[in-house]
């Protein structure tokens, strides 16, 4: 005998995953859980003569030889199958798109993969399968993706999931009904819960997330807990919500989250629960409420990812200026790097901030000889350098300003502006999406392909350095071909660094901690360190070039990462990696150089790139003939502009 199940509180996902399987299995028999969600109920009130399935309590479960399980992969979340099964005559398969958890089937045929809704798995089945599909069948597995994908809105959702999607259209998918049953109109002992629920909500704030808990008891079992859980969260405009209510003999825990940096997924699993990482559940049986209640409060911090702070994402060094600086000259310096503020600086204490629209109105009206601190803005808003991304976000929002000085006991160390943030809430999507990439092949972390490609005695020392840099506070990064050639895994063994301030002092502590032999270059802020194994570092402060004149040797100050990066010749040679302990392998690649190492294309950084420096011609060919690259068009065109 073959059976189909799923979770209990089945919601439209397991449902249409149920029948998907069937479609794929047709001699199994669908078991439905006695819970669902009030959606489904709603649905099967209308629809229930058109389907063939039996309940727990139906099945001869002795004769049961294949056990079919869509969208879960433990039995604990399937109600009380386990205890009548036995597995060792029993054949599992297994359908789902949840994170691993260490209830899962181990024996099973596993079919697990990070999409949006599991039934987009059981749609690619049977569209390899070449399985007929009907327009009701077709608007049953619409309804499991739209409702588990948030109509396509949820972080979780993939191109696949859309693919299904558009293939079920194709099918006959009726919109109408999706429409239909995937917005929920709440019941009125519904209603009544979610008053409840908001009443006794509180809302605890940890590092800058806002997180509401709340509570309620019930003498029977009542539906569509996770809607009024996701409802409340809307309403109280929190980062997420987690509700915890008894009802007859259990307690049921139902959790949802928006803000990347929570992950439900650790807390639920605690109480014996699961689901993806900002929409989960768990059943306490035969519990009480308190002692749960107070036991999830306590454990809160298990579902909080490291915070990004100010120090993470900060800028240094810091380009300041003094109050007696000129209009004509800080408006030079703001043309000259780029900028669009300078915080004022006098005798190491910070005293102002001045922005390029002041700069602009002074000008305008012809004070270019006259001080800064006649127009700055001497009440400066600063933050300290804990301060997470979500505290930072805020304050720039309420205060409508788009930088703000780091200042640690008195001093200014850094300097956080809105392209910052955006870049650091960039950089993070990406980490999150990285699975779904151009084929996989975009990468945010390359530690384990350093491992791979690189002699053991370098990555060794690189996990020393890392130690060091960390101790010390210094944000360290790997750089220049050897990034480009672990990306095209090809050997490289010239070890360069650039040091986010002073590279000479970092060689020191180095030196002192690890051996060997240090040269320093104290007027180029450069150093050579060799390793007592003789590996030979380069080791450089981050730094910016200011060409005066075409084809003119540089002026050169230390600077940032990134203006450094932007000094470089090629998006392919404009990368980095992070060094550091906490994001030892994370790659740096503002310009985008590792989309187009997969292109495999030649591309400047600005169009003056040649202007500055013609000899860079010269290496956009030898790449070429090197990797069997090509100039994109606009390089190629600016290449022989320059000749």
């Not at 980095?576 to 292109?599: K, S």
Request: net charge negative; hydrophobic share 40%; with cysteine.
């Amino acid at each position: 005998m073959q059976v189909i199940i799923s979770h209990t509180n089945t919601d439209f996902d397991a449902f249409a995953s149920m029948l998907a399987a069937k479609k794929l299995y047709p001699d199994a028999v669908l078991v439905l859980s006695d819970k669902q969600t009030t959606t489904v109920k709603q649905f099967l009130n209308i629809y229930r003569d058109t389907f063939h399935f039996v309940f727990e309590h139906q099945v001869d479960w002795e004769k049961v030889t294949k056990l079919i399980m869509v969208d879960v992969a433990s039995l604990k979340r399937t109600g009380n199958y386990a205890k009548n099964l036995s597995f060792e005559d029993v054949e599992i398969i297994v359908y789902d798109h949840h994170p691993p958890g260490k209830n899962d089937v181990k024996t099973a045929q596993r079919y697990v993969e990070p999409v949006g809704a599991a039934v987009t798995l059981l749609v690619e089945e049977m569209q390899r399968k070449n399985i007929p599909i009907d327009e009701f069948e077709a608007t049953i597995f619409g309804l499991g993706i739209y409702t588990d994908t948030g109509n396509f809105t949820y972080q979780t959702t993939t191109a696949r999931d859309l693919k299904a999607a558009s293939f079920l259209l194709e099918c006959g998918m009726n919109l109408e009904m999706i429409q239909r049953f995937s917005q929920t109109s709440l019941l009125p002992e519904q209603r009544t819960l979610l008053d409840h629920l908001f009443m006794h909500a509180e809302v605890v704030e940890i590092e800058g997330l806002l997180i509401v808990l709340t509570k309620h008891e019930l003498e029977q079992f009542q539906g569509g807990l996770a809607t009024l859980t996701q409802r409340l969260m809307e309403m109280k405009g929190s980062d997420a919500c987690i509700s915890v209510v008894k009802m007859k003999h259990h307690v049921y825990i139902v959790g949802r989250a928006n803000a990347d940096r929570i992950n439900l997924l650790p807390l639920l699993r605690r109480f014996g629960g699961g689901g993806h990482q900002h929409a989960g559940s768990a059943t306490v049986k035969r519990a009480e409420l308190e002692p749960i209640y107070a036991e999830l409060k306590k454990n809160l911090d298990c579902m909080l990812q490291p915070a990004v702070t100010a120090r993470h994402i900060m800028t240094v060094p810091v380009k300041t200026i003094t109050s007696d600086t000129t209009i004509e000259k800080a408006s030079q310096m703001m043309y000259r790097y780029g900028h669009s503020g300078y915080p004022i600086v006098e005798n190491g204490e910070l005293v102002g901030i001045i922005t390029r629209r002041d700069l602009d109105k002074a000008n305008h009206h012809g004070l270019g000889h006259a001080p800064v601190k006649a127009y700055m803005t001497t009440n400066v808003i600063t933050i300290h350098p804990d301060m997470t991304l979500e505290e930072i976000q805020k304050i720039i929002i309420e205060h409508n300003i788009g930088r703000l000085p780091v200042v640690e006991n008195g001093e200014l160390i850094g300097i956080v502006t809105r392209t910052d943030i955006i870049e650091e809430i960039h950089e993070q999507y990406l980490r999150n999406k990285a699975p779904n990439n151009v084929n996989g092949q975009l990468k945010t972390n390359v530690k384990n392909d350093m491992k791979e490609q690189l002699p053991e005695e370098i990555y060794t020392l690189l996990e020393q350095i890392s130690k060091i840099a960390s101790r010390t506070k210094t944000k360290v990064y790997l750089i220049g071909g050897i990034v480009r050639d672990i990306l095209l895994r090809r050997p490289n063994e010239d070890v360069d660094f650039v040091v986010e301030g002073d590279g000479i002092q970092f060689a020191k502590h180095l030196h002192e901690q690890l051996g060997g032999e240090l040269v320093a270059h104290e007027e180029f802020g450069t150093a050579t360190w060799t390793a007592p194994n003789g590996i030979e570092v380069d080791i450089a402060s981050s730094r910016l070039e200011y060409y005066e004149k075409p084809a003119t040797l540089p002026e050169v100050e230390r600077s940032t990462l990134k203006e450094d990066l932007y000094r470089r010749d090629f998006t392919i040679n404009a990368m980095a990696v992070h060094l550091n302990e906490a994001r030892f392998g994370d790659l740096v690649d503002p310009f985008m150089g590792q989309e187009d190492l997969h292109h495999k294309t030649i591309r400047v950084l600005h169009n003056l790139s040649f202007v500055e420096d013609p000899t860079r011609i010269l290496r956009a060919v030898r790449f070429e003939v090197r990797f069997q690259f090509k100039m994109d068009e606009q390089t190629e065109k600016l290449a022989l502009q320059s000749m």
